[in-house]
């Protein structure tokens, strides 16, 4: 049974940063993709970043140069550095992991904003 941890989400003034963490386990099998989504109120969920097991890394065009995608495959976790961070970024934030063709989300992280 394949889990995912998240934490490092809270409240914080625009300007300021956070980092996420998500270690997943439970999985047999070597992990692909590890990723970020985000989910405002009344909004639908929407990419944030992800990384491959190489080391590629993808960013929604809007945390580009804010934002930091990193995974340490030796502990299987992902994490976000979240630098400058506006109101707009207030939202539930998910990882997500790719093993094979399956996916597998955590349980969300708040990250608040406050302007």
């Known amino acids: 049974q394949v889990q995912l941890v998240e934490s490092g989400g809270g409240l914080v003034q625009a300007g300021g940063s956070l980092r996420l963490s998500c270690a997943a386990s439970g999985s047999r099998l070597g992990i692909n993709i590890m990723g970020w989504y985000r989910q405002a109120p009344g909004m639908q969920r929407e990419f944030v970043a992800r990384?491959?097991?190489?080391?590629?890394?993808e960013y929604a065009d809007s945390v580009k140069g804010r934002f930091t995608i990193s995974r340490d495959n030796a502990k299987n976790t992902v994490y976000l550095q979240m630098n400058n961070l506006e109101p707009e970024d207030t939202a539930v934030y998910y990882c997500?992991?790719?093993?094979?063709?399956?996916?597998?989300w955590g349980q969300g992280t708040q990250v608040t904003v406050s302007s």
């Open positions: 990384i491959s097991s190489r080391g590629t890394t």
């Open positions: 997500q992991i790719q093993v094979v063709l399956s996916f597998y």
